[in-house]
């Protein structure tokens, strides 16, 4: 029992105590500063919801509904990205795993505002990869790449993509082989081998690496602020900006209390949906 006590005092110091302190802040009002001051009030809930002293306006619903948007796309394509390229990992010699996943695992290594300036530089007005887009007519020939929507996935997508692809390497080197192999000999189509006898054995990488992916990702704050110059913006970069810019606490604090009731109802979904797809099996998250 006593060696349990550092961990609980941990958790408690630098995540319980943080957590009831940003709740009761979400619910005092505004002060002349911007910092939480009595009494108690809904105020920051009402403008959270759009509601000020020049009435309604949807800006903050259109934050929400964008970060969440913005993260299943980029969940999604990672998941698509991540499965072939865990499977080829685990194909190879085993002398080359080690070093597959290294690449993989080495550019996670450099700081997120470097690999996103990077982006930048790439994106930008006058590159081959603008240039290339403008030649097929998807954006303007004076436009770049940067800032735009399509910026910020491809950088929601690199810096996630190592956090899906090591939990599916781990579950495709546990997979039972005989069983994919009967399904193929059974004349099954690759979409039906796929469904039945590989997503099954790897659901619990995915549900892992989903989870590893889309909570950073929803809640990300660094890359939507380089890479979308303001146009992709996330519930992140709202909260960060009632803290610093806007002055305004108690919303900043209402902002995050709904980040992490958006958080908790998509791992009730995840888990769900894991039920579903693994059938008798029980995924864990």
Request: glycine share 10%.
């Amino acid at each position: 029992m006593l060696t349990l006590l550092p961990g609980v005092g941990v958790i408690t110091v630098f995540l319980v105590l943080p957590s009831i302190y940003l709740v009761g802040m979400a619910f005092l009002s505004t002060g002349p500063y911007g910092l939480p001051t009595g009494p108690v009030s809904l105020q920051a809930f009402r403008e959270l919801a759009g509601f000020g002293f020049l009435g309604w306006s949807p800006g903050n619903l259109y934050t929400l509904l964008r970060s969440i948007g913005q993260t299943l796309l980029a969940t999604i394509v990672v998941i698509l990205i991540a499965y072939p390229a865990a499977y080829y990992i685990t194909t190879r010699p085993v002398p080359w795993r080690p070093v597959l996943l290294l690449a993989v695992v080495v550019p996670s290594w450099t700081n997120q505002v470097i690999r996103s300036v990077g982006w930048m530089n790439i994106f930008a007005p006058g590159t081959p990869v603008s240039d290339l887009a403008a030649a097929l007519g998807l954006i303007a020939p004076e436009m770049g790449l940067f800032p735009s929507r399509f910026a910020v996935i491809v950088g929601l997508v690199y810096n996630f993509l190592p956090f899906m692809i090591l939990p599916l390497y781990a579950a495709f080197e546990r997979l039972d082989t005989p069983q994919v192999e009967a399904a193929r000999d059974l004349y099954a189509t690759p979409w039906a081998v796929f469904r039945h006898a590989v997503l099954p054995q790897t659901l619990p990488g995915l549900m892992a690496g989903t989870v590893l992916v889309a909570i950073p990702a929803f809640g990300m704050y660094v890359v939507t602020e380089l890479l979308g110059g303001g146009r992709s913006l996330m519930v992140g970069n709202f909260v960060a900006r009632q803290f610093t810019q806007a002055g305004n606490w108690p919303l900043g604090a209402a902002g995050a209390l709904i980040m992490i009731v958006v958080t908790l109802i998509g791992l009730k979904v995840l888990r769900d949906l894991g039920r579903r797809l693994g059938g008798d099996r029980e995924v864990v998250l």
